[in-house]
């Protein structure tokens, strides 16, 4: 079946960085826009970023443009967010979710992760 | 950048209950709105694309509608699982940018 499965987070102090990782399966990775998305405790989703299927393009909200680099190797079917400069804003569950049409931009997320957890603390 | 308002925030319903859900846009985002709906620890779940699509396997109580700045989540007859809350989303045209609004909870009266 269709798999997304996040890992990489934990704490990290102010100003560091750390790695995110999505592992998929059940379907061709290599084909699919990606997308990270990220909720703080209590609070609601926002948007980070979106890469192509072939990783040529990247987008990214403005709360983290700059800092954050989403990337894929479509040999390993992973999708990865290298997060630097960290915030204690940055503190979330990060989830990574499928752009459900093949070799383009959708509008929409079709399949989620179970998300890892971050958290900016000194 | 476009901002989605949802309301109300909360809205307290018995199961049964017909839930009417409102999104608003500050632009036009044609019809690239989708609904989700995520319940306690758990991750969202597509719930309607396009305005109006139910995506795979969500039930035909759930509908959407509305198309430019004003979208509709109607749940006709609310069931003991659907108490959540729903976020809808938007995509800009070009870039792909995506927002998020902060969401309704629906809760049992």
């Known amino acids: 079946q269709v798999q997304l499965v996040e890992s990489g987070g934990g704490v990290v102090q102010p100003g560091r960085s750390l790695r995110l990782s999505c592992a998929a399966s059940?379907?061709?990775?290599?084909?699919?826009?990606m997308h990270w998305v990220r909720q703080a405790p209590g609070k609601g989703l926002e948007w980070v970023a979106i890469i192509s299927y072939d990783g040529s393009n990247q987008f990214y909200a403005d709360s983290v443009k700059g800092r954050f680099t989403i990337s894929r190797d479509n040999s390993k079917n992973t999708l990865f967010l290298q997060t630097s400069s960290v915030r204690p804003e940055d503190t979330a569950l990060y989830y990574c979710?499928?752009?459900?049409?093949?070799?383009?931009?959708?509008?929409?997320?079709?399949?989620w992760g179970k998300g890892t957890t971050v958290t900016v603390s000194s | 950048e476009i901002v989605l308002t949802q309301s109300p925030a909360t809205l307290s319903l018995s199961p049964g209950e017909r839930a009417t859900l409102s999104c608003r846009a500050s632009q036009s985002v044609s019809r690239y709105l989708a609904w989700y709906q995520q319940k306690a620890g758990q991750a969202p779940r597509l719930l309607i694309y396009?305005?109006?699509n139910r995506a795979t396997g969500i039930p035909a109580r759930f509908s959407g509608s509305g198309s430019g700045t004003d979208f509709t989540l109607t749940i006709s007859s609310l069931e003991p699982e659907d108490f959540a809350v729903y976020y809808c989303?938007?995509?800009?045209?070009?870039?792909?940018?995506?927002?998020f609004g902060p969401g309704t909870k629906v809760d049992i009266k």
């Open positions: 059940g379907f061709t990775f290599s084909s699919y826009a």
């Open positions: 979710a499928r752009d459900p049409v093949p070799a383009t931009y959708c509008s929409y997320m079709d399949v």
């Open positions: 396009d305005a109006s």
């Open positions: 989303q938007q995509r800009s045209t070009w870039p792909p940018l995506f927002t």
